[in-house]
């Protein structure tokens, strides 16, 4: 009986920590948002990518985004 618990309470560890590994993390999401803006992206049009990031945040990637692409980063 206790290996039988043992086995279930293992297992149920085991799938958590498979489920929490999966997750991105705030700076991977960030990273992804500001791999994934272009020339359409808007404060209104968000890249699937940026829905989890902040407004803050995401205006200051479009800010950032509009630098570059005139030559002032």
Do not use: K, W
Not at 3 to 28: W, Y
Request: with cysteine; net charge negative; charged share 25%.
């Amino acid at each position: 009986m206790r290996i039988r618990i043992g086995v279930v309470v293992l297992s149920v560890v085991l799938l958590f920590a498979a489920f929490v590994s999966g997750i991105p993390s705030q700076a991977e999401t960030e990273a992804a948002c500001r791999r994934s803006l272009d020339n359409t992206s808007t404060a209104t049009h968000r890249p699937e990518s940026c829905e989890d990031v902040s407004a803050e945040t995401y205006r200051a990637f479009l800010l950032m985004y509009d630098l570059r692409a005139e030559g002032l980063d």
